[in-house]
């Protein structure tokens, strides 16, 4: 597949801290991956950088085989960026602040008209078109963000959290418009709402203190790291003996044991049975199971020191 | 060209906003330079060193302080409010439009802006004070007007980059005022302040451009090193700001 994006070392530093620790990766085109990670993981400095918001410290970042500093303007053409907040300008309305940017890019009146109806049509700004921006609630403006970096029709399209603030309603708009995009356009977002993650992605890259520590499908990344399911027992009474001889079931990992709540993760279904049966003269008040997901994988150590480590 | 006409375009929607506040203020701000400048002064005053009378030697000064006013309210906004507050001045950073022709593009927004308050200020000046130019010598007196608002507008956009808060931006363009006014001869000659003031103050770039100026409408003559000089420093300045810019936003 061709590259979109590639980065070749990537760091940044804020003073003594490493920001983002030499990463190297690349972006297919037309593909849309999720960066997910805990708050500080460089997340959003990652966008900056890829936008060219920001200059790295050290490393490059190609655009389509470009280098995003030494053809600075070429690239700027081909990038659209959604910051996390409001950057539109609070005294124009929100047609004008898309318009504005646009002959920025040196479009025409005519292309402007027919780019803002297509994706108002999806985000149904009507209403807000001629509103001051500054007067508009922050999941509109957003989303009249949207339409502004898509307004020069770039093939990438970097989001910072691209539903933030939004009601249910336009959220779903706005991840109508993504999947559409998708088709012609690489996209790359961050979000902390891990259930649109799962829902829109084709590739996740986990970081954590700048560095990439998990990429991959949702499918693929909790196959190798967290084919895990997760187990609850609560019994009438966990003995220190009994818990002890649970833990030492072949196939339990991570036990934990909390009051009477017996905690504990397994590969398969079977070692639950397992356990059942070594406590069965014991009652047993409640049960618990799921297959875990993104939500665990970054509540969880695994993501940094796998499961079984 | 488009950076300048989008420039232009966001301003002008910006002024319909508050037409009407700038409407007064745009005749407000001669009025009271009249009043509070002009009258008392040319009672002092009379006739300048030079024998011309108050009102035409002060005239050019008059209007040069009616477009700092002017430059202002663009300047601030996009580069220092904008920049720290809003933040919309990203948006524009991240377009395929180099530093220079955004420091450029604010700039000859600002001086455009500027010359339609100085137009409508013109007109509310020439009702109030007696003066002998002909039409020729307004064309040059805008056009030196134009220079002095390059060089001090580029002086506020540097402030405007570097100031990280309105409470130092605020006291600096206070003080550029005061040395625009009372340092550049706009209302007082040279030879009222002690001889070595006198001598500093008049190689001043904004002394040197109103002098210029002053020597074409009085004497016809006209002083090439005097205006190079200031045309150098608007150059260097707007190169200056643009790295400034770009140093500001990181990029």
Redesign the interface.
């Known amino acids: 597949m061709e590259a979109s994006i590639t980065l070749k070392k990537v760091g940044k530093l804020a003073g003594d801290k490493t920001i983002l620790a030499g990463l190297t990766f690349g972006v297919e085109k037309g593909s849309m991956v999720a960066i997910i990670g805990d708050n500080d993981a460089g997340k959003s400095t990652l966008l900056r950088v890829m936008a060219g918001f920001e200059n790295p410290e050290f490393g490059s970042v190609f655009i389509h085989g470009l280098d995003s500093i030494k053809r600075r303007r070429e690239i700027r053409s081909m990038v659209g960026y959604v910051p996390l907040e409001s950057d539109l300008d609070p005294w124009l309305t929100l047609d004008k602040n898309i318009r504005c940017i646009g002959y920025f890019y040196g479009i025409n009146d005519h292309t402007i008209n027919n780019r803002i109806s297509k994706y108002n049509e999806v985000l149904k700004l009507d209403d807000f078109l001629n509103v001051q921006a500054g007067e508009l609630s922050p999941g509109i403006q957003k989303k009249g963000m949207l339409v502004r970096a898509l307004i020069h029709d770039p093939s990438v399209l970097i989001l910072d959290e691209p539903t933030a603030f939004m009601d249910a309603t336009s959220n779903r708009q706005t991840w109508d418009l993504l999947n559409t995009l998708k088709q012609n356009k690489t996209v790359i977002y961050v979000s902390h709402v891990l259930s649109e993650v799962e829902q829109s992605h084709d590739r996740i890259l986990i970081l954590h203190h700048g560095k990439v520590i998990l990429d991959g499908s949702l499918d693929k990344l909790l196959e190798s790291t967290l084919d895990f399911n997760q187990f609850q027992i609560e019994f009438e009474e966990l003995s220190d003996d009994l818990y002890n001889r649970l833990i030492k079931i072949p196939g339990i990992v991570t036990p934990s044991k909390l009051n009477n709540i017996f905690h504990f993760y397994g590969r398969s279904r079977a070692i639950f049975f397992k356990v059942l049966t070594e406590a069965h003269e014991i009652k047993m008040n409640d049960l618990n199971f799921k297959k875990l997901g993104l939500k665990d994988l970054l509540d969880s150590q695994f993501a940094r020191k796998g499961l079984d480590g | 060209m488009?950076?300048v006409?989008?420039f232009l375009?966001?301003r002008w929607?910006?002024t319909q906003?508050r037409l009407f506040s700038t409407l007064i203020l745009v005749f407000i701000t001669p009025v009271i330079l009249y009043l509070l400048i002009h009258l008392p002064l040319n009672t002092i005053i009379v006739r300048s060193v030079r024998n011309i009378p108050y009102g035409d030697w002060a005239l050019p000064g008059y209007l040069m302080i009616v477009s700092f006013f002017g430059l202002i309210p663009t300047i601030y906004r996009d580069l220092f409010e904008?920049r720290l507050h809003?933040?919309?001045l990203?948006?524009?950073t991240?377009?395929?439009?180099?530093k220079i022709e955004i420091v450029m593009g604010i700039l000859i927004t600002a001086i455009v802006e500027s010359i339609v308050y100085l137009l409508f200020s013109l007109i509310v000046f020439l009702m109030l004070i007696d003066v002998s130019y002909r039409w020729f010598d307004f064309l040059t007196i805008f056009f030196y007007l134009i220079i002095q608002m390059a060089l001090i507008g580029n002086v506020i956009i540097m402030l405007a980059l570097l100031a990280k808060r309105v409470t130092t931006f605020l006291p600096v363009v206070l003080l550029i005022l005061a040395v625009y006014i009372f340092g550049s001869g706009m209302i007082f000659e040279f030879e009222f302040y002690p001889a070595q003031i006198g001598e500093i103050l008049k190689y001043l770039p904004t002394s040197l451009i109103l002098e210029n100026l002053r020597t074409i409408l009085f004497t016809r003559y006209f002083i090439w090193w005097s205006f190079l000089i200031p045309i150098g420093i608007i150059i260097s300045l707007v190169i200056a700001n643009s790295k400034i810019l770009r140093y500001v936003v990181?990029?």
């Open positions: 488009n950076t006409i989008a375009k966001r929607w910006l906003e904008l809003g933040k919309a990203f948006p524009i991240l377009t395929p439009v180099s990181k990029q």
